[in-house]
């Protein structure tokens, strides 16, 4: 089954840009779509996007649309998820995830990218 | 985007006790062409990733023990925990992929009594 190992934490400043990437091993990264979610401080989980992994496609949540890009490099086997203009509010842990094509229930999980916003 | 909420915010059960959370979405993901659910149950421990339980509302996902075990159509779903473990203590969510923007709820809080 595919193993999802994401880059490390970041603190950022006020109005930066982060690139978290996600690197996926134990598959073939083309037959999954790749799903970032993040999980804000005592708060729900909250679905951001995400690119299927064979044709590139994308599809962003309307909430995160004109700050967020999801890019993927299948040749390397690695998703990147890029979110610009942040703020404290986006101080949050950031999971990748797949999903088939049967469904898209998310499993497995990558480890979490915790992503600090202070200035 | 479809509302998903949970029942109740937290609770504390016995050793070996039943746990039952609910789920409720603002519309129904049930897909009527397949007569599928579409609503994943997870597991989240402090420090760790969500861990996949239940998908198509009640199927369990491989290597998950059978005490866990999900039912429910349209809007209306339940995780049972038909014994509580120790290891079972968590943070328990549900979530729609009916369609985009996939949301979850705001999770069930798991202790032992």
């Known amino acids: 089954q595919v193993q999802l190992v994401q880059s490390g934490d970041e603190v950022k400043k006020p109005g930066a840009s982060v690139k978290v990437s996600c690197k996926a091993s134990?598959?073939?990264?083309?037959?999954?779509?790749i799903h970032w979610v993040r999980q804000a401080p005592g708060q729900r989980l909250e679905w951001m996007g995400w690119?299927?992994?064979?044709?590139?496609?994308?599809k962003y949540s309307q909430k995160f649309q004109d700050r967020v890009t999801i890019t993927g490099d299948t040749s390397a086997y690695t998703a990147h998820m890029e979110l610009s203009s942040l703020t404290s509010e986006d101080t949050a842990v950031y999971y990748c995830?797949?999903?088939?094509?049967?469904?898209?229930?998310?499993?497995?999980w990558g480890q979490g990218t915790l992503i600090t916003v202070s200035s | 985007d479809i509302v998903m909420t949970q029942s109740p915010d937290s609770l504390a059960v016995s050793l070996g006790e039943r746990a039952t959370i609910n789920c409720k979405s603002s519309?129904?993901?049930?897909?009527?062409?397949?007569?599928?659910?579409?609503l994943a149950w997870y597991q989240q421990k402090p420090g760790q990733p969500p861990k996949l339980l239940i998908y198509?509302?009640?199927t369990r996902q491989s290597g998950v023990p059978d005490r866990f075990s999900g039912s429910g159509s349209g809007t209306d779903f339940t995780l049972t925990i038909s014994s509580l473990q120790a290891e079972d203590v968590a943070v328990y969510y549900c979530?729609?992929?009916?369609?985009?923007?996939?949301?979850f709820g705001p999770g069930t809080k798991v202790d032992i009594k």
């Open positions: 995830a797949t999903s088939g094509a049967d469904g898209n229930w998310l499993d497995p």
């Open positions: 519309q129904s993901v049930l897909y009527s062409s397949n007569n599928k659910s579409y």
């Open positions: 198509w509302a009640s």
């Open positions: 979530q729609q992929y009916y369609n985009t923007p996939f949301t």
């Open positions: 134990g598959d073939t990264f083309t037959s999954y779509a």
């Open positions: 690119i299927n992994g064979g044709n590139g496609d994308t």
